[in-house]
């Protein structure tokens, strides 16, 4: 469920992607899958509007300045269920897996936060310039096999995960790890300093 932090944090491989052996199944395919039912999770985030769909390979896209307007969200979970699955673009299929592969089981606030520090990192100048390529990073996640992102099960987990990519992409909802650039459990401490920004079901962030 963790990664490396890039010299940064010692010994912090990520637990969830080990070991997993899932049907493999094309993330293309998945662009009309419906997203699932809000889940009932904590929220701490102030309320923030929708805007566009992800445009192809951005880390921020235009936001539709009326739409914004026009609807508001009370929840982080009412905000992930009024995604569509629309055709997904090369960055939100490399956030949604990362979000899938270490935080699937997290809730949706822990999430977002995972999908938070990827964007952080592209966008920090330490760290590839684009979500596909902090993803793959080599060494960072240990779900990566050879550069690639393995094949997802087609479920109820992952088209939550392609939910919350959006959010996130979109900067739809604010994260309580902002300006987050690591991750870890509990149980493992940074090697050198780091400064605590959250700590949200079983992954603790920081900057």
């Known amino acids: 469920m963790t990664f490396s932090l ?5 010994n912090s491989a990520p637990g969830h992607a080990t070991g997993i052996d899932r049907p493999a199944v094309n993330l293309t395919a998945l662009a009309n899958l419906n997203v699932l039912s809000p889940q009932n999770v904590p929220q701490t ?3 923030a509007t929708s ?3 992800v445009e192809q390979n951005s880390v921020e896209p235009a936001v539709d300045t009326a739409k914004s307007e026009a609807e508001e969200f009370d929840t982080l979970a009412q905000a992930v269920a009024a995604q569509d699955s629309a055709a997904a673009s090369d960055a939100l299929q490399c956030l949604a897996g990362a979000i899938y592969f270490e935080s699937k089981g997290e809730p949706l606030t822990g999430q977002l936060a995972v999908a938070e520090v990827i964007i952080n990192r592209a966008k920090s100048g330490r760290f590839p310039a684009d979500v596909c390529g902090v993803v793959k990073q080599r060494g ?7 550069g690639e992102i393995p094949s997802i099960n087609a479920g109820t987990a992952y088209r939550t995960a392609i939910a919350v990519a959006k959010v996130a992409l979109a900067s739809a909802w604010n994260s309580p790890a902002d300006k987050a ?8 401490r940074p090697s050198v300093r780091a400064v605590k920004v959250a700590s949200i079901g079983n992954h603790v962030f920081y900057r």
Request: charged content about 10%; aromatic content about 16%; overall charge positive.
């Open 181 to 188: 650039l690591y991750f870890n459990t509990p149980d493992r």
């Open 140 to 146: 960072q996640f240990s779900f990566v096999r050879g």
């Open 51 to 53: 805007v566009a769909p």
């Open 45 to 47: 985030a102030p309320v």
């Open 6 to 10: 890039a010299g940064l944090l010692g």
